[in-house]
């Protein structure tokens, strides 16, 4: 019950965003494109093998070095630099909740840039190789093999930087206290350096490492390392039956649509879905959006395949 409650209210918010936009990506034997939907034509062939599915706004691919975007509603394409591949978390600017959201890293004006899905930016002084952060600081990774440390309430100006290529994500407290304060620690080859949760500098090792567990082994006799682990999300599946030639698919017992074949789901959740027809191996993949019946599909292959909702 708290399933359909819960998904009622998402697909309200969904069909809202929906009901506004023309443009949403589909895909074809692992390649991606464009579809229209007010004409049900091909706005971009499949050509792209990347799909982000990142930006809220947009419909977003991936090469090797550039993110590329298509606005949703009016087919503009926007072309960024990516600075890496991992996305991360950020905190959201003067939030009381402290809540993070997915990040970005692209590279504008030769700066390193932080992205949101709805495409807010924070511009950073210089240009990183890389970008991680925590639940309060962020930290920029140089070529030279340093790391320059912000705060998150100053992204204009760096807080200290340190002589160190890595460091370690996990919890890390000092022994015999009972405050279990979190503590940083950076390393490289020849040194480790631990700072404290405003970054003064507490403990400085002269033995180094490449590896996670020779560090741990450098700190274990005044530091612990613990490990957070976080909870999943868990996403009901598709429910999939054949009969007579087509392929039934139903999620919830609320959402159900179906398509001429031997089809299975490859992936969970209400809001797109891959499929895979059994026989001929051939693979699908398209947006459903239930308020206004239609699927992000080019019409041809709709019509090829009888794709159709269910009441």
Not at 39 to 44: A, M, P
Not at 120 to 143: H, R, V
Not at 175 to 199: A, P
Not at 238 to 247: D, E, I, L, P
Request: no cysteine.
């Amino acid at each position: 019950m708290k399933n359909k409650i819960l998904l009622t209210i998402i697909l309200l918010v969904a069909n809202f965003s929906f009901a506004q936009q023309k443009y949403e990506v589909f895909g074809i034997d692992n390649k991606f494109g464009i579809v229209d939907y007010e004409t049900g034509n091909e706005f971009i062939e499949p050509q792209f093998v990347n799909y982000k599915n990142f930006f809220i706004d947009f419909v977003d691919f991936e090469t090797e070095t550039e993110l590329i975007l298509f606005n949703k509603i009016s087919g503009k394409k926007v072309v960024y630099k990516k600075g890496q591949n991992e996305s991360f978390y950020l905190r959201k600017v003067n939030s009381n909740m402290k809540e993070s959201t997915q990040r970005l890293h692209i590279i504008e004006n030769n700066k390193s840039t932080v992205v949101d899905a709805v495409n807010n930016k924070i511009t950073l002084p210089k240009k990183y190789s890389k970008l991680q952060t925590n639940d309060a600081w962020l930290f920029g990774f140089n070529e030279n093999e340093t790391i320059d440390v912000y705060s998150y309430d100053d992204f204009k100006k760096i807080k200290v930087t340190i002589k160190a290529s890595k460091f370690i994500k996990d919890w890390v407290y000092k022994l015999e206290t009972n405050d279990y304060k979190n503590h940083y620690v950076f390393y490289n080859e020849l040194e480790v350096f631990v700072y404290d949760e405003v970054f003064n500098l507490v403990k400085k090792y002269a033995t180094g490492g490449n590896t996670y567990s020779e560090i741990k082994e450098v700190i274990k006799t005044d530091f612990k390392v613990s490990s957070h682990i976080s909870q999943g999300v868990f996403m009901d599946e598709w429910k999939v039956t054949y009969s007579n030639g087509y392929s039934n698919f139903n999620y919830i017992k609320q959402l159900s649509f179906q398509l001429k074949g031997n089809f299975e789901a490859l992936t969970k959740g209400w809001d797109y879905i891959l499929i895979e027809e059994n026989n001929s191996q051939k693979k699908y993949f398209f947006f459903l959006d239930y308020e206004n019946k239609r699927f992000s599909l080019p019409k041809a292959e709709q019509i090829k395949l009888d794709l159709h909702f269910l009441e």
